[in-house]
């Protein structure tokens, strides 16, 4: 029976669930940012909610459970999905573009030529000449804003950065689930901090 590709594949991301979940090999993070993240706001439910509740109105803790819900929907969204991993060249291809595909080296058959520093290879997109840039792990030429992961070892299309945190690279595919991940998180600790100080303040006068 053939191995699926998740299987095989060559990068140092970690599989579960039959590879439907995708993540770095380094996760050790990724659970304290749950920990912080469940603790913080399990504090609040025991220590101030009901307090709130009664004295404000029963929507406080609500909405702080909604927001919470929201932030961890985002979190496993961009935890556990492709960041926009590109894929990399077969065999063949990448032979070929290791003997010299880029526009300044001649190709033999004979070739001994030995990795040089990066190659650039250009191409035209709408009428105006793009440079992709060649990557050896990969045996690519990657598309524009497209870098290699050094921790995941993958190239990964729109690359902004790889984040401890969620424990996966932030790229094209999972992008706006991290960015409104930060931005849910940020309400929560925000709401949760403000009916905290409430909460102290209202039980002093």
């Known amino acids: 029976m053939s191995k699926k590709r998740w299987q095989v594949f060559p990068g140092k991301n970690r599989f579960?669930?039959?590879?439907?979940?995708?993540?770095?090999?380094?996760?050790?993070?990724?659970?304290?940012?749950?920990?912080?993240?469940?603790?913080?706001?399990?504090?609040?439910?025991?220590?101030?909610?009901?307090?709130?509740?009664?004295?404000?109105?029963?929507?406080?803790?609500v909405i702080a459970g909604v927001l919470l819900a929201f932030t961890l929907l985002f979190l496993f969204r961009t935890s556990?999905?492709?960041?926009?991993?590109?894929?990399?060249?077969?065999?063949?291809?990448?032979?070929?573009?290791?003997?010299?595909?880029?526009?300044?080296?001649?190709?033999?058959?004979?070739?001994?030529?030995?990795?040089?520093?990066?190659?650039t290879k250009d191409v035209l997109v709408r009428g105006e000449t793009v440079k992709l840039k060649y990557c050896f792990t990969c045996k690519?030429?990657?598309?524009?804003?497209?870098?290699?992961?050094?921790?995941?070892?993958?190239?990964i299309e729109r690359f902004d950065h790889h984040c401890p945190w969620v424990g996966n690279c932030v790229g094209k595919r999972n992008y706006k689930y991290f960015y409104l991940m930060i931005f849910t998180i940020t309400l929560l600790c925000i709401y949760i901090l403000t009916f905290s100080i409430a909460h102290i303040v209202m039980c002093k006068y």
């Open 140 to 155: 690519i030429f990657r598309p524009p804003r497209a870098s290699h992961c050094s921790m995941c070892d993958n190239c």
């Open 80 to 119: 556990f999905s492709d960041p926009g991993i590109l894929p990399r060249a077969s065999g063949d291809e990448a032979l070929f573009n290791d003997r010299g595909a880029d526009n300044n080296v001649d190709i033999h058959e004979n070739s001994t030529q030995t990795r040089n520093p990066p190659r």
């Open 16 to 61: 579960f669930c039959g590879g439907r979940i995708l993540m770095a090999k380094q996760i050790n993070v990724f659970f304290v940012t749950l920990v912080l993240l469940l603790g913080v706001c399990t504090l609040f439910f025991i220590f101030d909610s009901q307090y709130l509740c009664a004295q404000v109105h029963w929507t406080v803790p």
